[in-house]
């Protein structure tokens, strides 16, 4: 969500493919001194050309540093997927048809359309209060990863869904927006009673449409996410260029401390599938690192928003190839998966020639 140093670095990234063409956004870490920022750009569609493919996509970027004039052109290579401890099982997926292509476009461009009419809202009530806004804006950040688990743990119920790697995931993403929610308390934010109202029931009914659009549409949900938690990467961004010397000068408050730096950070790490685990481990000094970490966490969500929209496509960091054989992988019933209530339901019906296997 938000970005600060003394020289920011915006790099535009054009992933060019036969299929399609992808935008994402990365923040700046300690492993790499580069900010890639994804964009809801209801153009672009999430089908990587070969999530699970070997070999590396070539992807050129745009360096713009603020106070220079000079434009460099860099290049890097890495995998469209989710980190990885060993090589994937799944199968390539099947290039998308022009009605799919149509479909993605129709469903990113509604997400867009309500992403920015919510953004309006927040603008118009919340333009010079910050820590409100921050209260009501993670309120309704993790309420998706309760909708998440909520149908997948109804799948599961159903015997449709035997995928653990998700539920991890999404629960690990509900704790630490969690945690953000309380740090924006113990700022202050939760002060007045009609923000608390005005959160509660947008996070009420922001849950109900979730749920239903993740049954119809999960990658059309994850999207949504995605415009979410992009939208709160650039408001923390945001805040940080504008208040980062003041931020330098306040405490960081004691849930920040304890969360980013003690006990099991197991949680920590496994919401941030592109990494590795234990690669990041924040620094918190003042309340300038504490919304440093809260922006370079919602980047984290963006880009695994980013990688869920591909059916099958996420792991948990710290899935081993031979936990594979044991959990997702072991039998057909334990990889039985689906992509919305439709599919899972045509699953569930027994086609007539499994019928008459039964019967041999």
């Known amino acids: 969500m938000i970005l600060a140093s003394s020289s920011s670095t915006v790099f535009t990234i054009s992933s060019s493919s036969s299929a399609t063409k992808t935008r994402r956004y990365i923040p700046k870490t300690p492993q790499s001194p580069f900010l890639f920022k994804r964009n809801c750009n209801p153009t ?3 089908f990587p050309p070969s999530t699970r493919s070997t070999k590396p996509c070539s992807v050129q970027a745009t360096v713009l540093k603020e106070n220079e004039d000079e434009k460099v052109v860099a290049e890097e290579s890495f995998r469209p997927s989710t980190f990885t401890h060993g090589p994937e099982a799944s199968p390539q997926p099947s290039p998308p048809t022009e009605l799919d292509k149509w479909v993605v476009k129709l469903e990113q461009s509604v997400n867009v359309f309500l992403t920015d009419s919510v953004v309006t809202i927040l603008d118009a009530l919340y333009h010079d209060r910050d820590y409100a806004r921050f209260y009501v804006l993670e309120t ?5 990863y309760f909708a998440f688990i909520s149908v997948l743990h109804l799948y599961e119920s159903f015997g449709w869904w035997r995928r653990s790697d998700y539920i991890k995931v999404h629960f690990a993403e509900s704790w630490n927006e969690m945690h953000h929610l309380l740090i924006m308390e113990d700022l202050g934010g939760n002060s007045w009673w009609p923000d608390r109202f005005l959160a509660q029931h947008m996070a009420f009914f922001y849950y109900i449409m979730t749920v239903l659009m993740y049954a119809l549409s999960p990658r059309m949900a994850y999207h949504f996410s995605e415009c979410v938690e992009n939208h709160a990467f650039e408001t923390y961004d945001k805040f940080i260029k504008a208040r980062g010397e003041d931020l330098k000068k306040m405490p960081a408050p004691e849930v920040a401390v304890k969360y ?12 941030q599938t592109s990494r590795a685990p234990n690669s990041r481990r924040p620094k918190i000094e003042n309340l300038y690192d504490v919304f440093m970490n809260i922006r370079d966490d919602e980047a984290e969500h963006c880009k695994t928003m980013g990688a869920c929209q591909t059916h099958g496509n996420l792991r948990s960091p710290h899935s081993y190839p031979e936990d594979a054989s044991g959990d997702d992988f072991g039998s057909e019933f334990r990889q039985a998966d689906c992509e919305g209530v439709a599919e899972c339901l045509d699953k569930s019906v027994p086609s007539p020639s499994s019928k008459q296997k039964q019967n041999i």
């Open 140 to 144: 309704i950040a993790r309420v998706p």
């Open 44 to 46: 672009s569609l999430p």
């Open 260 to 271: 980013y730096t003690e006990g099991d950070l197991f949680l920590f790490d496994e919401f």
